[in-house]
């Protein structure tokens, strides 16, 4: 069984930094498209972030310039770089792995920007 913990949110100030950290139960991400979404308060979860088995990255508009999603996968964590903070980000952020046609998420960590 899968399981992805997220850690690093927290409260900022507005210009602030924080980092994420998602870890596997297992060795399960080398090879792996692994991703970094949010859902803020009312509103659909949204793709942050994604980084491919074969190292592409995307990012969301909103974030780019800004996040910066990396991997290590001999530790089996992915993190996920965060500049510039702004009140918009605020949000429950999640990481999401698939494995073939399977998707696994972590229970979510809290960033809450303030203005």
């Known amino acids: 069984q899968v399981q992805l913990v997220e850690s690093g949110g927290g409260t900022v100030q507005a210009g602030g930094s924080l980092t994420l950290s998602c870890a596997s139960s297992?060795?399960?991400?080398?090879?792996?498209?692994i991703s970094w979404y949010r859902q803020a308060p009312g509103k659909q979860r949204e793709m942050v972030a994604i980084v491919f088995g074969t190292g592409v990255k995307t990012y969301a508009a909103s974030v780019k310039g800004r996040f910066t999603i990396s991997r290590d996968n001999a530790k089996n964590t992915v993190g996920l770089q965060m500049n510039s903070l702004e009140p918009g980000d605020t949000a429950v952020y999640y990481c999401k792995l698939i494995i073939l046609a399977n998707s696994y998420w972590g229970q979510g960590t809290q960033v809450t920007v303030s203005p």
């Open positions: 297992t060795n399960t991400f080398s090879g792996r498209t």
